[in-house]
């Protein structure tokens, strides 16, 4: 008797678990997306090469300052040029790091990737996409990217 109410114990833990990671997955999808705005400016680290990075503040539903250094960019297509550029985002709540693969058409770029760490509130995020929007200008010899970044939970068709 004691085995049988073991075995039907666990059969309804496991019919529990089962039920429930639909819900969770449901309800991490429903916790997105998080839409913010991000404003870049470029600082040059060697005005030979014209290597640098960009360096700003992110506002909206993830606030805080971020920076973007390029990983990969191929001039090669011009005018469209790629890039691939990693990112850390960093707020009171803890870090938000990642990469995103672009293309740059004249001064309009749009870009998607991953979030590939976070800390703190953010510790969620992990494997969100990252889509990413906007323009550069250029004013006086500085150049300032303002974009949507949008990011959102990944989530499988079951």
């Known amino acids: 008797m004691r085995t049988r109410l073991t075995i039907v114990v666990v059969l309804v833990l496991a019919l529990a678990a089962l039920l429930a990671t639909p819900a969770t997955a449901h309800r991490a999808h429903k916790a997105g997306p998080l839409i913010s705005r991000?404003?870049?400016?470029?600082?040059?680290?060697?005005?030979?090469?014209?290597?640098?990075?960009?360096?700003?503040?992110?506002?909206?539903?993830?606030?805080?300052?971020?920076?973007?250094?390029?990983?990969?960019?191929?001039y090669s297509a011009a005018p469209i040029f790629t890039f691939t550029e990693g990112f850390t985002i960093t707020t009171r709540c803890g870090l938000i790091e990642g990469y995103v693969i672009g293309i740059m058409p004249d001064m309009g770029f749009t870009s998607c990737g991953w979030v590939t760490s976070a800390t703190g509130r953010w510790s969620r995020m992990v494997e969100w996409m990252v889509y990413q929007s906007g323009e550069v200008t250029e004013s006086e010899g500085i150049y300032i990217a303002r974009s949507h970044v949008v990011f959102m939970p990944a989530f499988s068709v079951h």
């Open 38 to 74: 991000a404003e870049l400016a470029y600082v040059m680290t060697d005005p030979d090469t014209g290597d640098g990075y960009w360096d700003g503040s992110i506002t909206g539903c993830v606030r805080g300052t971020m920076q973007m250094t390029g990983l990969v960019c191929d």
